[in-house]
């Protein structure tokens, strides 16, 4: 496994970072124990960096998972949404007593969309900067799915590290282009942040081209990280090869191959029936104020995602 050092900071981090939306509530919904086992064998194999979010609820998973291990040498952001500074205290509250640690290696703003929304959740990032000179946090930043974002934070010297979605396809970015993208990322390296990417597969909606994905991700050489969901081991296990540079052992692209996938509808979807007109196989409907699949007709090509301006719609 390659690690690299986080912008700025003395965090030196391994190229795949366990992302750990997948295996929560809001995806897969594995068991405390089940999950754990799923990130217990990427750090046996040599991930030492796990992404989190006080929205996924994966926090119990990642605490019991990192009982057999030296807790230390896992580095583990997470993020949320946070305004204001008793939200913000709030937030780290809680990951340190659900996690189980002393401090948070790094806290973000969850999904930041330009300077303007930088403006609005200073408040609470003047608090994690604080509690970082306090020692209850080693560095700060933002997520973001937009350019504008990426931008903003590359000028501003309080921010260290930055998480962008990026993905060949620019699939889910909501303001440009991948080029765009792209492009940001590297002025916000060049300014020293640290850069760890998201979505590489498009919120799953990508699968078809996995391999393309995981190389034009892996050949960008402005990103120190990139966080992968996971929620089997086989796919651990596969991941870290790809990463790795090996094959993948035909046994686990069996295995893999075999896994009933559905198109998953997150709670924040607004129901504004982009996705419903795209969709050809008439798979989509809006009833009784709810997106409905039709899991007959939905054939998982994941098109109608790239229609969502809200992101909501992943294949799990």
């Known amino acids: 496994m390659d690690y690299n050092i986080l912008g ?39 991930v030492n960096f796990i992404d989190t979010a006080e929205l996924y609820k994966t ?123 792209i492009k940001a990322i590297k002025t916000a390296k060049e300014n020293n942040k640290g850069i760890y990417g998201m979505k590489p597969l498009g919120g799953g909606n990508l699968l078809n081209s996995i391999d393309d994905c995981f190389d034009f991700v892996l050949n960008l050489p402005f990103l120190d990280s990139i966080a992968v969901g996971m929620q089997r081991l086989e796919e651990v296990i596969a991941n870290v090869n790809r990463f790795d540079g090996k094959s993948i052992p035909k046994d686990i692209l069996k295995k893999l191959s075999k896994k009933n996938r559905k198109l998953h509808i997150d709670f924040w979807c607004k129901r504004c029936g982009k996705c419903v007109e795209a969709c050809k196989s008439k798979a989509l409907s809006i009833q009784n104020d709810k997106l409905v699949v039709d899991t007959e007709k939905c054939v998982l090509c994941g098109y109608c995602s790239s229609y969502c301006p809200e992101f909501c719609i992943k294949v799990v």
């Open 8 to 46: 700025k900071t003395e965090m030196k981090v391994s190229k795949l970072c366990f992302g750990a939306l997948t295996i929560g509530p809001l995806q897969a919904n594995l068991p405390i124990k089940d999950g754990a086992r799923v990130i217990e064998e990427a750090l046996d194999r040599g």
């Open 59 to 181: 926090y119990g998973h990642i605490k019991e998972a990192l009982k057999s291990k030296n807790s230390k040498d896992i580095i583990i952001a997470t993020k949320s949404y946070s305004y204001s500074r008793r939200t913000a205290e709030e937030s780290l509250k809680k990951a340190l007593k659900e996690l189980g640690r002393d401090y948070i290696d790094i806290f973000l703003l969850h999904e930041q969309e330009n300077e303007y929304t930088l403006k609005g959740h200073y408040e609470a990032l003047e608090y994690f900067i604080k509690m970082k000179e306090k020692g209850f946090i080693r560095a700060v930043g933002i997520s973001t799915h937009t350019v504008a974002a990426v931008k903003a934070a590359a000028k501003m010297e309080e921010i260290e590290i930055i998480h962008p979605l990026i993905n060949k396809n620019g699939l889910g970015i909501m303001d440009g282009t991948v080029d765009d993208m």
